[in-house]
């Protein structure tokens, strides 16, 4: 295991981050304490020191595992949890991102962590309700009080980080150095606002989801009957044309390098530009051990091209319209192609 300094900061975090929201059996399909216990020992013997939980994860026994799992070396675990969702269900103020949450969230999870700091600390989801400068003042006041160290923001619109981080970066507040986003190669749509925000802004970008929900493992093909029942069961995994494509290419690229489909997903993931520090989760030892296994090889430049190509999307207005060459020449003057752009997306 290597380390990645997280975005703009100095905190060392491994290359690999453990999902936890498997941890607990409240949402009917995770692990029971011993198997999560047996997933964190692999995961912190490989060298892996960031700890990702939140709040609801299933129903807080998430966070309980975690804490205990950690309390005999708490100060070696970068440890991350979340705050937004609901606390209280029925409760107007026991959700969002506003200040009272934040506050009661905050302090619930350090009780049920048993631990009296959190490393990174992020706003789960943006809610379109609190204003930018109560959230960023909040959090900066979480930071100087001593609960937190470093804050991340989740599932949120670009334009918001970036106003909320010019906004910090003005005032003296503490600014968001993790970004967390679906990111994989059935959902590349970050890569036309989010990413390259981060990669502007020094944030470390680390991606949930990477093996698709499961469509990138190698369990799915177009070679499944239409009329299986394995895929009209899986039928939320949007299985569709393109992404069988996808998922036919993983695997034999898979074929080639001799490794499992996952470890093909997770590795495009981790060779993206940027800091990129995937999210890895699992119910049970042996899916852990699989994914750790990512590690011991990379993908070539022919295999990273061969799934860009299969996975391209569109990348919309304005970034289509601003690459065509008529435009390009009326923007540079038809000096476009004498330029060295370092900072070409």
């Known amino acids: 295991m290597r380390y990645k300094l997280l975005g703009r900061s100095g905190l060392r975090v491994s290359e690999l981050s453990l999902g936890t929201m498997t941890f607990g059996e409240e949402w009917g399909w995770g692990a029971d304490k011993a198997e999560s216990k047996k997933v964190f020992d692999a ?12 709040n609801r994860y299933t129903e807080g026994t998430s966070e309980k595992y975690v804490g205990e799992f950690i309390a005999a070396d ?4 970068v440890l991350a949890t979340k705050f937004t969702l609901f ?8 959700s969002g991102n506003h200040r009272k949450n934040m506050v009661q969230a905050l302090d619930a999870s350090l009780k049920r962590l048993n631990t009296d700091y959190i490393d990174l600390y992020w706003l789960h989801a943006w809610d379109f309700t609190t ?12 930071v100087r009080a001593g609960k937190v160290h470093y804050i991340g923001i989740s599932d949120t619109p670009a334009w918001v980080v970036s106003r909320a981080n010019t906004m910090a970066e003005l005032r003296g507040w503490t600014r968001f150095v993790g970004l967390q986003i679906e990111y994989s190669l059935i959902e590349r749509t970050p890569e036309r606002d989010l990413l390259p925000m981060a990669r502007q802004l020094d944030i470390a970008v680390t991606p949930w ?8 493992t190698g369990k799915y093909s177009s070679k499944m009957k239409d009329d ?19 998922a036919d290419t993983v695997i034999e690229i898979a074929e080639e390098v001799g490794c499992s489909p996952s ?10 530009p940027g800091v990129m520090v995937p999210i890895i989760g699992a119910r049970k030892l042996a899916q852990i051990e699989d994914n750790l296994q990512a590690l011991d090889h990379s993908l070539s430049d022919e295999q990273l091209q061969k799934l860009n190509a299969v996975s391209a999307i569109e990348m919309g207005f304005p970034h289509d319209f601003l690459s065509r060459d008529n435009i390009r020449d009326i923007v540079f003057g038809g000096t476009y ?9």
């Open 131 to 142: 204003p930018v400068d109560e959230v960023m003042r909040a959090l900066d006041d979480m």
């Open 337 to 345: 192609d004498q330029i060295d752009n370092h900072r070409q997306r």
């Open 228 to 246: 299986s029942p394995k895929r009209m069961k899986e039928g939320s995994l949007r299985l569709n044309d393109k992404n069988m494509k996808i």
């Open 87 to 94: 606390t209280r269900h029925g409760d107007v103020n026991g």
């Open 43 to 54: 995961y912190a013997n490989a060298g892996g020191n960031f700890i990702d939980t939140a």
């Open 263 to 272: 470890h093909v997903a997770i590795n495009w993931v981790r060779q993206q």
């Open 209 to 216: 989801a990477a093996l698709g929900g499961g469509l990138l």
């Open 74 to 77: 708490r100060e070696h675990f």
